[in-house]
């Protein structure tokens, strides 16, 4: 079941129109929200972030941050599984081909799809990733449906037999194709700011968060490309992928090779995190 535009309906009885500005432009924002135990997960953070990227491309909230909560509660409730990964989809609407903004409804779509944790296997040994120049637009803050760029620099892994592109620009790292990005060096995690060129990730927040509580040493500070080519650990972070250990960049070993200290740590902080704000606290949603 999903939601289009005011009604629930089973996906194949979905239709958008072809004058769609999303179709046609890919003039629209979109968020992930990850669901454990049919509970969203920071929930306020995402739609936090789903307000920022709709003022970036100057378009209407169509919905106020309660009314989507409910939204999303009945989707999951129509929806099977206890964990579930919610997609929302917001494009300007239907109108005439014309480069202005129209004054018409904005589309609005929600789906849900099964949210499955990264495998044991993926766990024991991590991820292979490549790295890449980040020839993207500069408002990489926004999360917008226009993801061409980002499918491109994502396929590069894929034909390299690797699980993410590292993105680097102007000699310093940013975030990966579909993740944001830490990397240990000296035994001190390092995390890029947040600016116009990364999206601010959710789950890179929550990262940091678990860091400071727990007195691992952090820096949040601009990496350059050689501290990751020479990084002792690096990890990726996403809603979907929660955090995963790169163990091999550019075909050559990270540090031993196998997920490091720091990632195990913060692996096991995080399902803890999950655990106990989650399934133990309904008010953390």
Known sequence: ??????????????????????????????EVIPVYSRRPFRVVEHLHRLQHSLDGIRLKNPHTNNEWRQLIAQLIEQNPGEDQSVYLHITR???????AFPDVPPTVFIMSSPLLPPSAELL???VKAVTANDNRWVRCDIKSISLLPNVLLR???TD??????????????????????????????LAPPKSHLMLPGITYDVTLELAASNSIIHEVRE???????????????????????????????VGSGNPGPKF?????????????????NPSAQ
Do not use: W
């Open 1 to 30: 079941m999903i939601y289009l535009n005011g009604q629930f309906m089973p996906l194949d009885q979905a239709c958008v129109s072809v004058l769609d500005r999303g179709f046609i432009f890919g003039d629209g924002v979109y």
């Open 93 to 99: 609407g239907v109108a005439k081909r014309d480069h």
């Open 124 to 126: 024991e040994n991590g």
């Open 155 to 157: 396929q590069l892994a």
């Open 160 to 189: 390299a037999e690797a699980s993410e592109t590292i993105l680097i620009r102007d000699g310093y790292l940013t975030e990966g194709s579909a993740s944001n990005i830490f990397v240990v060096k000296n035994q001190v995690l």
């Open 223 to 253: 990496i350059a490309e050689d501290e990751l080519f020479g990084a002792e650990e690096i990890m990726l972070t996403s809603s979907t992928r929660e955090i995963m250990a790169i163990t091999h960049l550019n075909g050559k070993a």
């Open 264 to 280: 195990r740590q913060l692996h096991q902080l995080y399902q803890q995190y999950k655990a106990t704000h989650m399934r133990g």
